[in-house]
């Protein structure tokens, strides 16, 4: 099981920018990589992903023009760029990897075994 840890949360106000980072414990280019966050008081929900190759991303309509999703398959890390931040972005961020099935990128939670503990992301307003 690959292991994965976050890093690069904490209190920004809005409008601000922050990137998060997932560095994950062996080949990460074996693997789908996507964030998922988790507000207070809502269930965990898709926020990006990108594929294996790097080649091909998926994200959710909320964060569109705002959030870009990279990978450096050399490092085993995946970043998480936000500008432009909300106070309605405040959640835990997690990123979560999946074995790769081509280009597929899932926007279940369900879809993914391996997950990190979290990072706080909180937005003022």
């Known amino acids: 099981q690959v292991q994965l840890v976050e890093s690069g949360g904490g209190l920004v106000q809005a409008g601000g920018s922050l990137r998060l980072s997932c560095v994950a414990s062996e080949r990460s280019s074996r693997y789908v990589i996507s964030w998922f966050r988790r507000a207070p008081g809502k269930a965990r929900a898709f926020v990006m992903g990108?594929?294996?190759?790097?080649?091909?991303?998926n994200y959710a309509d909320s964060v569109a023009g705002r959030f870009t999703i990279s990978r450096d398959n050399a490092k085993n890390m995946v970043y998480l760029q936000m500008i432009n931040l909300k106070p309605e972005d405040t959640a835990v961020y997690y990123c979560a990897a999946a074995r790769s099935t081509e280009n597929d990128i899932p926007s279940s939670p369900g879809a993914y075994s391996n997950w990190g503990q979290g990072t706080q992301v909180t937005v003022s307003s």
């Open positions: 990108i594929t294996a190759s790097g080649e091909f991303v």
